[in-house]
């Protein structure tokens, strides 16, 4: 489960408004890039695929997402949100194996985030290089604090999280959900 980084530019935040992202997760090419009108096609396939637990996990429900939904999810308004995808070329042609995004909710700075991976590419150490991808965008889109849900009994997302400087707490009222927020002031470390 190797993960390379094999380019970046020297300065990220001279690119407007986010720069690219190459790894290699275990030894095949994966792109971060931000998500676009055009990525639907990939969009809809990438939420078919998902198996139902960790659909399930994303939205917290067995429902499927729209058709608007998922239009909406890759035609999004930058000045109020962002998403990264991570993709990959898998039978020849680009896939979408991951999507991390956040929606500003309020005048504060506060953005509420969320974030999948297919099941195929999950446990490979993408969803560190996402999330910090996200939060990177997200700062310099100027949001303040990133807050997200996750069910209590995601593990693997709660480590992550935790490594990658996020608080988690148990969400008022519920046994299940576990509320996740980063202050964006403070620049994210990921500790082993």
């Known amino acids: 489960m190797a993960l390379q980084l094999l380019s970046l530019p020297a300065d990220p935040a001279a690119t407007t408004p986010w720069h690219d992202l190459h790894l290699l997760v275990d030894g095949m090419p994966v792109h971060l890039r931000l998500i676009e009108p055009g990525d639907l096609e990939r969009e809809i396939e990438f939420v078919a695929g998902l198996s139902p637990r960790t659909g399930y996990q994303r939205l917290m429900s067995a429902r499927k997402p729209t058709l608007a939904e998922l239009q909406r999810w890759t035609a999004i308004d930058r000045e109020h949100e962002g998403a990264v995808v991570a993709t990959a070329i898998v039978d020849d042609r680009e896939q979408q194996i991951a999507v991390a995004r956040y929606v500003i909710d309020g005048p504060d700075g506060q953005a509420d985030f969320a974030m999948v991976i297919t099941d195929a590419w999950q446990g490979k150490g993408l969803g560190a290089h996402l999330l910090l991808a996200l939060v990177d965008l997200a700062r310099l889109s100027g949001v303040r604090r990133l807050v997200g849900t996750t069910l209590s009994e995601n593990r693997k997302m709660l ?18 959900i576990t509320e996740l927020t980063m202050d964006l002031n403070a620049a994210p470390e990921l500790v082993h």
């Open 159 to 176: 480590n992550l999280a935790r490594r990658l400087g996020f608080r988690p707490r148990r969400q008022a009222g519920s046994a299940i």
